[in-house]
């Protein structure tokens, strides 16, 4: 079974609630259009908080000052990029 993730948007000034869903897979498409290279990079790391809120931490940034630890989001272009197996 596939899980859901839910999103609720309060809308101003008819304060009426939506509630929508995404399934799994469309969540996934949605986080690693929004990380653009780091989606799919060796060197990142998923972090999230208690809040429930995700970051990516690049690894190299460990050891080569030229990367951010948090880089911006969606990378576009990165000198270390470097696709998973
Ligand atoms: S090397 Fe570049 S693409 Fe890879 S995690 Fe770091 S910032 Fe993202």
């Known amino acids: 079974m596939s899980e859901l993730h839910f999103i609720l948007t309060i809308a101003?000034?008819?304060h009426c609630a939506i509630l929508a869903f995404m399934s799994d897979a469309r969540q996934q498409t949605h986080d690693a259009q929004?990380?653009?290279l780091?989606?799919?990079c060796l060197h990142s790391r998923r972090i999230e908080s208690a809040h429930g809120s995700v970051f990516i931490?690049?690894?190299l940034s460990l050891s080569d000052p030229r990367f951010p630890?948090?880089?911006r989001l969606p990378?576009?272009?990165c000198d270390g990029y470097k696709k998973k197996p």
């Open 12 to 14: 101003a000034p008819t």
């Open 34 to 36: 929004a990380a653009g």
């Open 38 to 40: 780091c989606a799919d």
């Open 57 to 59: 931490l690049c690894n």
């Open 69 to 71: 630890k948090y880089p």
């Open 75 to 77: 990378v576009l272009s």
